[in-house]
């Protein structure tokens, strides 16, 4: 089992930067891979960044390239998404997902929302 708690979220203006936190708990060692994906309203969720486990490897989604970064404390069993740039479009609810090997576990999301 693993736990997954996101914080951070809230209410910003266009152009300003934001840090989402994750914070993990429970069989980290049974991660493959964590990632953060958002779901803005009726839309579907989408993946929009992910760090894997095993080399560090990071992917982003095509739309946040440059303005988005996944980032790891293993210290604090934390994962970070830093964004910056932050548009109207970025609003939406972010979620933290972990990959294990029989499937993976969620967070319960946390709230973005980017004024203009």
């Known amino acids: 089992q693993v736990q997954l708690v996101e914080s951070g979220g809230g209410l910003v203006q266009a152009g300003g930067s934001l840090r989402l936190s994750c914070a993990v708990s429970g069989s980290a060692a049974s991660i493959n891979a964590m990632g953060w994906y958002r779901q803005a309203p009726g839309k579907q969720r989408e993946l929009v960044a992910r760090r894997w486990g095993r080399n560090g490897s990071t992917d982003y989604a095509n739309v946040v390239k440059g303005r988005f970064s996944i980032s790891r404390d293993n210290a604090k069993n934390t994962v970070y998404l830093t964004i910056n740039s932050l548009k109207p479009e970025d609003t939406a609810v972010y979620y933290c997902?972990?990959?294990?090997?029989?499937?993976?576990?969620w967070g319960n999301g946390t709230l973005v929302t980017v004024s203009s």
């Open positions: 997902n972990a990959e294990v090997g029989v499937g993976d576990y």
